[in-house]
């Protein structure tokens, strides 16, 4: 099993070498920086089988980043916790960049626009260089973007930007990595706040509607088909159809 664990690594490693070789100067969905020689093996299994299911043609330079992305952010320390993120990925987006959806919620971790901006927007120096080290293009232009704020009592709060900010927003967002970047620092911040399922929780609902809500975030819907995800992952790496 060892031996086979290795073989699969290094196969990955070599595919994605050969993809970003080959053609990922004219795919902006191939991210180019340096693979961490202490990934996890049974997370690149995991991430290809599970991603794979819902996008067969997903490069394989992409399930590395995702990793490594989960990594920097200390959403891989747990495997359990792991392996609902990568189910959270195929829920929402199939594991697809160039999914959008009826409400705009745009690429890899189906982010709002508008959630966008407010995020990037209250970066702190710190969040933004780490951004940057993990090669997300820059935020600066969101710290001084001009927009309104909205109140009501049903939607709560929310952001009305400008034209060019929102064009802004969501060329940011069309990057791959820089999405996947969003994704991450977004469930690492709920989730030391709040744990894990209530990130999910707000990541679904936003902060608004989440704070609000007074059920089990267990029993919240889009929970519960993460969770189901995740199930059905399990139980195939433990062999049970």
Known sequence: MAKTAVLVKIALLIGAFMVISNV?????????????????TKNIELAQHAFRMYNPSIFDSTILNFIRISKAYGLSRDQDVFRKCVS??????????S?????????MGQIVPTTAFDVL?????????????????????????????V?????????????????????????????LVLWAHIMSRRSAKKGFDKALLYYKMGEGAASK?????????????????????????????
């Open 24 to 40: 990922g100067h004219s795919d902006t969905r191939l991210n180019e920086t340096p693979i961490p020689d202490d990934i996890s």
């Open 88 to 97: 959270q990925i195929c829920l929402e987006s199939r594991a697809k960049q």
């Open 99 to 107: 999914a959008i959806s009826s409400g705009n919620a745009m690429g």
């Open 121 to 149: 927007h209250k970066l702190t120096a710190d969040d933004r260089a780490k951004m940057a080290s993990l090669g997300a293009t820059s935020t600066i232009w969101a710290l001084h973007g001009k927009y309104i704020v």
């Open 151 to 179: 109140e009501d009592s049903v939607q709560g709060r929310r952001l009305v930007l400008s034209s060019a900010l929102r064009t802004k927003t969501i060329s940011w967002l069309k990057n791959e990595n820089n999405n």
């Open 213 to 241: 809500y007074t059920g089990s975030p267990r029993e919240h819907p889009y929970i519960k088909k993460i969770y189901l995800i995740s199930k059905k992952l399990s139980e195939k790496k433990k062999g049970v159809n």
